[in-house]
């Protein structure tokens, strides 16, 4: 089996290299820092599955699982993440992924959802499963504010979120700054917020941001 490591932290690839020494069948066992040294080497290369941090600088994860559902579709991706599940994961497997862990799961449960990927499946943990399977119970999953944004409306409101300004964002996305002013307008609209403290303060209680 070989398999992909992408995290910008050091530490956190060391330690997932470490867990990973344990999958049986394990021939190769790589890593990239970020986002385009991660496309790079999979135009490069082949792999059995990819693990990648959703919230790597510069090109965010989402950004780069869909460039990786471009290049290479049929190589599979989990992705971890330090934010809750409910906020995260129903976005990434709608754009392509294969699983969705945080990064507080247990070793065992991240060598579980590899194998499991490889094999053709899906994973997403039981406690993401119950809950969904409650909602549905209860007459239908009931959409929370950000899950009616656009992807890059969402990785917006999470920059606006944290304090980034109008330039900033522009600078990092590669937009320009009436683009960025218009996905804030329509973030404000769709949300129905009307002040920036507001959309902070609903991104810190849903755990969007740290």
């Keep these: 089996m070989k398999i992909i490591i992408a995290d910008d932290h050091a530490l956190i690839r060391k330690g ?44 965010s994860g989402l950004d780069v699982l869909k460039d990786l559902r471009n290049i290479k579709p049929e190589i599979p991706v989990l992705i971890l993440s330090v934010y809750p599940e409910e906020q995260y994961a129903i976005r990434v497997l709608k ?66 979120a944290v304090g980034k300004t109008i330039k900033e964002i522009s600078e990092e996305l590669f937009l320009s700054p009436k683009t960025v002013s218009t996905y804030r307008t329509r973030i404000y609209d769709k949300m129905k917020f009307a002040s920036k403290a507001e959309l902070t303060g609903y991104a810190m209680k849903n755990g969007l941001i740290d």
């Design 16 to 59: 997932l290299k470490e867990i990973l020494q344990q999958v049986e069948g394990l021939v190769l066992l790589d890593e990239a820092q970020n986002g385009p040294e991660l496309l790079l080497k999979i135009e490069e290369n082949d792999y059995d599955i990819i693990v990648l941090d959703i919230s790597m600088p510069g090109k």
């Design 95 to 160: 754009a392509g992924a294969s699983g969705y862990l945080t990064k507080d799961s247990a070793p065992d449960e991240l060598v579980s959802a590899i194998k499991k990927i490889v094999n053709g499946g899906k994973y997403i943990s039981g406690s993401l499963a119950e809950m969904l399977a409650s909602e549905v119970k209860g007459g239908g999953v009931i959409k929370q504010l950000h899950e009616n944004l656009s992807d890059r409306e969402f990785q917006v409101m999470k920059m606006l």
